[in-house]
C-alpha cells in the first residue's frame, strides 16, 4: 500500500485533481472518482487499486480534452491524437479514446475530408495539389484524400476555380505590363495549388489581354 500525500487542484480545469503520492509519484481524478474512492491526504491505497485509478484517470481526462476540442471544430484523427499526446496522455489510453471517438461518431476521417474540402474552397478557392497538402498536414490517408477529391473535382471545373481564386487578385495588377501580370498571375496560381495546365489555360485567356 501507499500513502497519499496530497490532492492538489489542477490550474484551470473545474473538477480535476493531482493525487500525489509518498513515492514521488501521482495520479489525475476528477470529483467522481475522489469522492467513490474515498481518497484524502493521508489514505493509503492498495498496489492493484492504484493501477486501476491510474488508467480510469488518465483515460476519463484524456477523453475530457478531446471532446472539449472536438466542441470547438471538427477534427481529424491525427489532430485530436497530437492533443493528447500534449496534454501528457499516454499512448494505451489515447489508443482506447480514439476507438470509442469513432464508435460514437465523434471522429471520422472521411467525413472531416469531405467538409474539410466544401469549406476550404468555399472560403480560398485552390487545386487539387495545395488541397491535397493542407488534408496530408492533418494526417488524412491517401485513399480517402483521392476518393474525396476526385468527388468534388467530378462536380466542378478547375478551371473556374482558379477564375474565382484570380477575382479580386486581378484588380491589383491593372498598372503590370502583360508580361508582369502573366507573371504575377502564375505564381499567384501556383500557389494555391493548380496545375501548369490550368495556369496556361488561364492565362491564354483574354481576360489578360489589354
Known amino acids: 500500500m501507499i500513502r497519499i500525500v496530497k490532492i492538489e487542484k489542477i490550474k484551470r480545469t473545474k473538477a480535476w485533481y493531482n493525487v500525489i503520492l509518498e513515492n514521488g509519484e501521482y495520479f489525475v481524478a476528477n470529483d467522481e472518482i475522489i469522492y467513490r474512492e474515498n481518497l484524502k491526504e493521508g489514505?493509503?491505497?492498495k498496489s492493484h487499486l492504484l493501477k486501476k485509478l491510474e488508467e480510469e484517470g488518465e483515460e476519463k481526462r484524456g477523453k475530457e480534452i478531446a471532446l472539449k476540442s472536438l466542441s470547438r471544430r471538427e477534427r481529424s484523427e491525427k489532430e485530436i491524437r497530437s492533443r493528447l499526446k500534449i496534454k501528457g496522455i499516454g499512448e494505451k489510453a489515447e489508443d482506447n479514446i480514439i476507438k470509442?471517438?469513432?464508435k460514437y461518431?465523434?471522429?471520422n476521417d472521411r467525413e472531416f475530408a469531405r467538409r474539410f474540402v466544401n469549406n476550404f474552397m468555399n472560403k480560398k478557392p485552390s487545386g487539387r495539389k495545395l488541397v491535397s497538402f493542407e488534408l496530408r498536414k492533418r494526417g488524412i490517408s491517401e485513399q480517402i484524400?483521392?476518393?474525396e477529391l476526385?468527388?468534388?473535382f467530378s462536380k466542378i471545373d478547375e478551371?473556374?476555380?482558379a477564375y474565382r481564386a484570380l477575382k479580386k487578385k486581378l484588380k491589383s495588377l491593372t498598372?503590370?505590363?502583360i508580361n508582369g501580370r502573366k507573371k504575377k498571375v502564375s505564381d499567384f496560381l501556383f500557389r494555391r495549388g493548380f496545375s501548369w495546365e490550368i495556369i496556361d489555360e488561364?492565362?491564354?485567356d483574354t481576360i489578360l489581354e489589354d
Open 159 to 161: 478551371k473556374e476555380l
Open 150 to 152: 476526385n468527388s468534388f
Open 43 to 45: 489514505n493509503r491505497i
Open 105 to 107: 461518431e465523434y471522429l
Open 202 to 204: 488561364v492565362i491564354k
Open 175 to 177: 498598372n503590370f505590363s
Open 100 to 102: 470509442n471517438l469513432k
Open 145 to 147: 484524400i483521392e476518393e
